[in-house]
């Protein structure tokens, strides 16, 4: 039975060691010139939906995830079509946000496409789309697809029915603070030694 042991201690201890650090090194140091980044222009915001803003320069590839800027690029495009703010009725400049975005991921580009963009050698470049999913302040969800290339234009907006978003981070915060205050949750942590001043302290768990 000892067999196979024997030989496994045997094979480790042929096994060449690394050197130690005082052992001189035969390999030879090289020197890497570290390019410094490439510089980015930030987009305009606030009132520049009247002017073009595609301003960022478009990925490598295709399929690529959209960057920052094109997905601020895609948040303006759809406040200047689709309008993102909420009509008071005194009249008075609408300063709430209609919209709360949810997600805004790439539209992938089409078999036929990619294969075209592929075969071209990188001339022929698909068009950049963005897939947004909104929620109103009323609930309700909201799936569009934005595209990107030009001034960029809303292709579609749909409002969906029977349906939610994807649960965020923000909501996970605000679940928190709902569960802090709830007076049965304070009455069982009060059970369980944890008293009001300390319910900051509690933290909630997903579950899908």
């Known amino acids: 039975m000892l067999g196979p042991i024997k030989k496994l201690l045997r094979r480790m201890s042929t096994t060449p060691q690394p050197a130690s650090e005082d052992a001189p090194s035969t390999s030879t ?80 580009p089409t078999k036929s496409e990619f294969l075209e963009w592929q075969t071209s050698g990188g001339e022929v470049v698909p068009k950049r789309v963005a897939e947004v999913v909104a929620v109103d302040r009323e609930g309700g969800v909201y799936d569009g697809l934005v595209e990107l290339n030009g001034e960029g234009k809303v292709v579609e907006w749909e409002r969906l029915s029977g349906v939610q978003p994807m649960l965020t981070m923000e909501d996970l915060v605000v679940t928190e603070e709902y569960v802090r205050k709830d007076e049965r949750v304070i009455e069982q942590c009060g059970i369980l030694g944890i008293p009001r001043e300390d319910m900051g302290r509690i933290y909630c768990d997903r579950e899908f």
């Open 29 to 108: 140091s090289h020197t890497t010139q570290v390019a410094p980044p490439p510089e980015t222009e930030t987009l305009p915001t606030g009132k520049c939906c009247d002017r073009p803003i595609s301003t960022a320069t478009a990925p490598a590839h295709p399929l690529d995830p959209l960057t920052t800027a094109e997905i601020q690029q895609v948040i303006l495009i759809t406040r200047r079509e689709i309008g993102d703010t909420v009509d008071v009725e005194d009249g008075s400049t609408p300063t709430k946000k209609k919209f709360r975005y949810n997600t805004i991921t790439l539209h992938e």
